[in-house]
């Protein structure tokens, strides 16, 4: 089992920066991806970015490429987002995740979440 711890979630002003950490605790085996998703209020829950573990490949929404940034750090079990540029649409709940499946996109496929991380982006 795995367990997912989050933070760094906060309140700032449109603009503003925060970064986010994940740190997992445990073992699992064959994890492929590592990431985040965010939930808005009355919104599904949708992909944000995510990162392999063992090769470091990078990928993104949309809706935030360019302004946030996710790195890993084996050593630490830790992964991070720094979000740049916040706009009020990305308030939400960020929650970590990890995913065996080759699929980083899909919240069903995440075999692990974190509790989640208010994060709320004032205009």
């Known amino acids: 089992q795995v367990q997912l711890v989050e933070s760094g979630g906060g309140l700032v002003q449109a603009g503003g920066s925060l970064r986010l950490s994940c740190v997992a605790s445990g073992r699992a085996f064959g994890i492929y991806y590592i990431g985040w998703f965010r939930q808005a209020p009355g919104k599904e829950r949708e992909f944000v970015a995510a990162?392999?573990?063992?090769?470091?490949?990078?990928y993104y929404a949309d809706s935030v490429k360019g302004r946030f940034t996710i790195s890993r750090d084996n050593a630490k079990n830790a992964v991070y987002l720094q979000m740049n540029s916040l706009k009020p649409e990305d308030t939400a709940v960020y929650y970590c995740?990890?995913?065996?499946?080759?699929?980083?996109?899909?919240?069903?496929?995440?075999?692990?979440w974190g509790q989640g991380t208010q994060v709320t982006v004032s205009s």
């Open positions: 995740s990890v995913t065996r499946s080759r699929r980083y996109d899909r919240p069903y496929e995440a075999d692990y």
């Open positions: 990162v392999t573990w063992s090769g470091g490949s990078t």
